[in-house]
């Protein structure tokens, strides 16, 4: 009799045990795969830019990496118009179960700013910032009559409005013209002619006399001499570029980065943000990536959300109180 009760108590025991397992498994999975299971089948990066632009480069470069890291693909989807507010509008409205993602940069702040739409950085789940970029410049074509910087400066003081500017309206490329506006007391001509590929056509075409533009993706055409860069935003000259003076080097204190980042829609659980936060910290510090990235001139920067957040109110701050004084 006692045998028969240890046996049916052992029993009681082990199917105890089980239900709690199968209670705390279910319990982790709050988007309905566990979040110890994420991610088990395919991501979808959504990209707010078209095919051959540094956003579109950047995002398939890191897709490379990441895949390796999660163990799962990871398809990219550019979703274009509206400078980059309808592939925000389209991840916010998207199932919170970490299997789309939204890569993304500046161009979310600018929107806001300027109202080309409400969304902010603060309503998404931002699993952190992977890749920095100073490496945005001034260009021009490579027999314009605009030797250097000093130049184009000098002649856009003579004649106010004199100079077309080729730029996507709103954009980050954009903001950069503004603040050198505001900081030299000049006015440019700002010719809306879409983003990369169009900037470029409209420059060689001679429809616009300049072009900000992330030089790297110019490079080819600096090679060939159609193009020639005049000075770019960064702190110090840069390493892939080393004969282009920084604005800073020529007393115009004007400086941008451009930040890449990855976000979650509202709501997606703390758990799989954290796991894809991981496999960004890791693809980050991979050695490969690093002399890939570096190579489009833009340097691998793991910042975590919560850092990146706070990256992000700066330079909102930072946009606002140039795009009041542009008014």
Do not use: W
Not at 226 to 242: T, Y
Not at 290 to 300: E, H, N, Q, W
Request: proline letters at 4%; aromatic letters at 8%; a negative charge.
């Amino acid at each position: 009799m006692n045998n028969i009760l240890k046996k049916n108590g052992t029993y009681l025991l082990l199917i105890g045990l089980l239900f709690f397992t199968l209670a705390a498994c279910g319990k982790s999975g709050a988007t309905g795969n566990g979040s110890e299971e994420y991610p088990n089948q395919s991501i979808e990066m959504v990209v707010p830019a078209s095919a051959g632009g540094d956003t579109d480069r950047n995002a398939r470069l890191l897709v490379t990496y990441l895949e390796k890291e999660l163990g799962v693909s990871i398809v990219v989807q550019n979703v274009v118009g509206s400078g980059g507010t309808i592939a925000v509008d389209e991840l916010l409205s998207a199932e919170p179960d970490g299997y789309r993602v939204l890569y993304f940069h500046n161009g979310i702040l600018l929107n806001n700013i300027l109202g080309l739409s409400e969304n902010k950085y603060s309503d998404l789940a931002i699993a952190g910032i992977s890749e920095l970029d100073e490496g945005n410049g001034i260009v021009v074509k490579g027999d314009s009559k605009y030797k250097d910087i000093e130049d184009l400066i000098e002649a856009a003081k003579e004649k106010p409005q004199g100079i077309n500017v080729g730029s996507l309206l709103g954009s980050f490329t954009h903001i950069q013209l503004l603040d050198i506006q505001e900081k030299e007391g000049i006015e440019f001509n700002f010719v809306d002619v879409g983003d990369h590929s169009d900037r470029n056509a409209a420059l060689l075409g001679g429809q616009v006399d300049v072009i900000p533009t992330q030089l790297g993706l110019v490079s080819d055409y600096f090679k060939s001499g159609d193009m020639k860069p005049l000075a770019v935003f960064s702190e110090e000259r840069l390493e892939q570029f080393p004969d282009v003076p920084t604005f800073k080097e020529l007393d115009i204190d004007s400086t941008f980065e451009k930040f890449f980042f990855t976000a979650f829609p509202p709501e997606t659980p703390n758990e799989v943000v954290d796991v894809f936060s991981k496999a960004l910290e890791k693809v980050s510090k991979n050695e490969e990536y690093i002399k890939k990235a570096k190579s489009y001139g833009i340097t691998p920067t793991y910042i975590g959300s919560e850092e990146a957040e706070k990256m992000m109110e700066e330079r909102q701050q930072a946009y606002q109180a140039i795009y009041e004084k542009s008014k």
